[in-house]
């Protein structure tokens, strides 16, 4: 079938040189001199593109105010310079992070929304001597005793414990007794560990949970699931999940006018997209999270000015993150990557980028968890989320079932 | 009788020894080694893949599932009994060739797109069990392979160079077992059933067997690869090692864009398709989300169009293997 | 249980045309198209740009969705399929598989990773009757797959073009011999084929959200309403489809939710062993 009769030998010949120059562009160096290197690892293809785009614009203009801000003093007013990776998948994050590494020699490893694509990561980056700072949250990321290895956020247990304990608590406050309650979640790294603080927390508090069900990434039919949750009798609902589930979820649930309470466990509950999909359905879903832009207004003012929509809590703790490496690089007055991890592992600081995370301050304990933050939770009002639990870091008061809780 | 230094056989040491040699020009904890060593596994796992699809013209889209149960197999052994990864290969192996067997059953008489279906869907299969079966297989977060230090015994290396010596040993030892497949006595049968199934089995071969043979040497190969894999990268989970388009598809891929069938073809696919792919991510993905993937994409439809049968008819043109071209294009 | 049925069959009938394409371009050009699903999200997008832009209702904008596609699969078959029709079937899956892997691509470059779903007023409506309850948009788009496969139906059989397809199916040379522009038909199968497909993506627009990687959730599981069908069978796969909404629905009553591709699955190899040409026989 093919038309014109190609010259074989010469299609050859280019794929051998495309061959050639591929060999040659991995082997040549890629170091600018005077700009400190900071690697940031990120899926901007695949599923889960939409959250490493926003994880990595944080990133971005966290590097932009530190250098607009003059840089690492410590180092000449050295500029950073992000060198990104996209990691779609936890198969490429091994040769992803070691390319960054030993290519182009950066001093620290920033990213991977993903808990499973991070974990992949941290392997590398351990045994390369270089330092993760991620807001990955599965609870085995600062679970193996590794030292180059820092969290930005509570691990995913406590977030789902916070998920439970917030929302019965302002039930409590509002008048309701919890007594059952329900947790559906998607089968992946995130669902289930958050999904497992969540059962250890209704235990805790002698509270049934008439259903407990996980179901597949990517499901295209809800009914079984909301059809389970309608016979459950539960008093809320615990859904943890990314965006497509959650907007299926909740449509039918308004569907079949169930208006029990539903408790989102951050992810696809807090961003734009949701609002997007669900229009004046999205208002009053409390959800639990990581950070929220009105606990850091400025930088959330210039990232809607960039980028038109409200700043995700993804962008907050990876700006945190990378603020966080700065810092580091102040205190070791030097960009080597054991010096940075040592710093990183002494740090004590509050404010500047780290305003954004919740309590303001990062404090990295001996497994590498930041243990100055805790979870929050968020309510939709109007185009974005608030913070209103618990009382020390809200900006309003939460709504439930209608009513303000005082 | 063959000719020992047929110019195929020159080619074939050729790349044997520049592979065996280009550990000393390399930083051995360096990025260009870990790619060079991704390019000898991915070539290993083609060449076990070659076996199926090539020798017995079965398409498989599922050779994610053996490569995933070798590395859940090893992995497993080592985390929950203490047993040696090295070990642990050999187990994964027989536990892949057993599952090979019982795929077989449902299977043997599927051709063509069914077979690739039923494959496909029996790597699904797999993946949702590793998934769902959380207290054995750790579900959806994955296996770590736990950071130790330099422990050859335990399979353990601090450079890189010591897992590219490994797998270099590896793929020597799968292209043995597929050349000597090739051209023994199951090689011709497999040739017969290929050409016409129904005339094979009148001439009393044992089709059933024949296949049986091959899949389940092709699956403990695969799964071989897999704990390779899993030792190499340090930790796996359900949807990345039964991945479809990640795994099952790419070994495919590169045997057929190299050359189905032939010794050569996966050897020369992926030195293609691997270093290619590493370097649009390396360009490209600081520029636009997607735009390394699409590339390679482009890139893999156009191979497919200008020569579909692989990057080996252009080896098989020149001067230096004509006289080899009748018993190669055979094989 | 009867709840479970009516929403496997709501559920169904929408697969079943989304499926009816890729049976339709296997029976007729033997190519198994991999990158079957991808059109699926170019229909959603289609529909949701119609939606977004000139307020149309996704069921609406389907008829838009339906013709943009099957111009973009005409020159698709036209410029790539057409050249491997000859070539071993390891080419014709690879190829596929590459376009399925542009494709993606592409929409992830052109319209960013961005989860994008409609706003329609019956979106959160429902119907009920006793104790079974239908949600309004799971109906409206099992209405307009019928009425599709209905269309479908009476294009085969009755219109010239139709009967080409069915001819070219049969016996392509034959077809030649009386007059059949082969190539021509085989473009017109291919843009057919992805059409009813991006229609059944506009259709469930309302339920399910847009993202260039969408195509991926429905792979797998076209592929299996097609093979429970007979591949190259269109009634067959609609039968098919409907068979898979209520394996679906039913298994979530007695198994976790996490498993319900699994039975899916097993059932998938258990019929290509025992029947490889399908449970439903059929044009």
Known sequence: MMSAPLDRRRTAGLMLAVGAATFAFLAAPARAADDVLVGVIQPLSGPNAQFGIGAQRGTELAAEIINAAGGIQALGGAKIKLVAADVPTPNTAAAATQRLISQNGVSAVVGAFVSSTTLAASEVTERAQIPLVTFAFADQITGRGYAYVFQVSPKGTAFGAAQFDYATAIAKAAGEKIDKVAILYEDTAYGTAQAKGLREAAKAAGVEVVLDEAYPLGITDVSPLVNKLRASGAQIAFPVSYLNDSLLIIRALRQQNIDIPVIGGAAGYIIPDFKKGLGAYADGVLSVAAASGDMIPDLARTYKDKYGTFITHEAIIHAAALDAVAKAMEKAKSADPQKVRDALATLDYCGGLAAGVPGGCITFDKTGLNTSSFPIMVQWRGDAPVTVYPPKAATEKPVWRGKTVE | ?331 | MIQALVDGILLGGVYGVISTGLSLVFGVLGVVNFAHAEFLMLGMYVAWFAWRYLGLDPLLGSALSFVIVFAIGYLVQRTLVQRVLKAPPAAQVFLTVGLMIVIENAALMAFGSDYRSVSVPYQVEGYRLGDIFVGAPYLFAFVAAVVLAGALWLFLERSWSGRAIRAVAQDPMAATLVGVDTRRTYALAFGLGVALTAFGGAVILPYITVSPTVGGQFVVLMFTVVVLGGLGSVAGALAGGIMVGIVQSLSALVFPIQLQNLCLFVIFIAVLALRPQGLIKGA
């Not at chain 2, 797998?167 to 000597?180: E, K, N, P, T, Y």
């Not at chain 2, 992926?270 to 360009?283: G, Q, S, T």
Request: glycine share 10%; charged share 10%; net charge positive.
């Open chain 2, 1 to 331: 009788m063959r000719n020992l230094f047929s110019p195929s056989r020159a080619a074939l040491l050729l790349f044997f020894l520049a592979a065996a040699l280009l550990p000393l020009a390399l930083d051995p904890r360096g990025h260009l080694i870990r790619v060079a060593a991704m390019v000898l596994l991915f070539a290993a796992m083609a060449q076990s893949w070659n076996i199926v699809g090539g020798l017995a013209n079965q398409i498989s889209l599922g050779h994610a599932a053996f490569f995933g149960l070798g590395a859940y197999t090893s992995t497993l052994l080592f985390l929950k009994l203490g047993v040696t990864p090295w070990i642990g290969m050999g187990v994964g192996a027989v536990v892949a060739g057993g599952a090979a067997a019982l795929l077989s059953i449902p299977t043997f008489r599927l051709k063509g797109h069914y077979f690739a279906l039923a494959t496909l869907a029996f790597a699904e299969v797999m993946r949702v069990i590793a998934n769902s079966l959380g207290d054995v297989t750790g579900g959806p977060v994955g296996l770590s392979i736990p950071f130790m230090g330099s422990q050859p015994a335990l399979f353990a290396f601090r450079s890189v160079a010591s897992y590219y010596w490994i797998i270099l040993g590896l793929l020597v030892a799968v292209c043995a077992v597929f050349h000597l497949l090739a051209s023994g006595a199951i090689g011709y049968r497999l040739r017969a059933v290929r050409e016409n199934e129904a005339a094979a089995e009148v001439a009393g071969v044992d089709t059933f067997r024949v296949k049986l043979t091959a899949s389940v040497i092709s699956a403990a190969l695969t799964a071989v690869c897999g704990t390779v894999f899993a030792q190499f990268t340090f930790f796996f989970d359900p949807d990345s090692i039964f991945s479809l388009s990640g795994i099952s598809v790419r070994m495919a891929m590169i045997a057929i864009v190299g050359g189905l069938g032939t010794l050569g073809g996966p050897l020369v696919g992926a030195l293609f398709l691997i270093p290619l792919e590493e370097v649009a991510n390396a360009v490209l993905s600081s520029q636009a989300a997607g735009l390394s993937q699409f590339a390679f994409g482009v890139i893999l439809i156009g191979a497919i169009l200008i020569q579909p049968r692989g990057l080996m008819a252009y080896w098989l043109r020149t001067p230096w293997a004509k006289t080899r071209r009748a018993a190669a294009t055979g094989a």
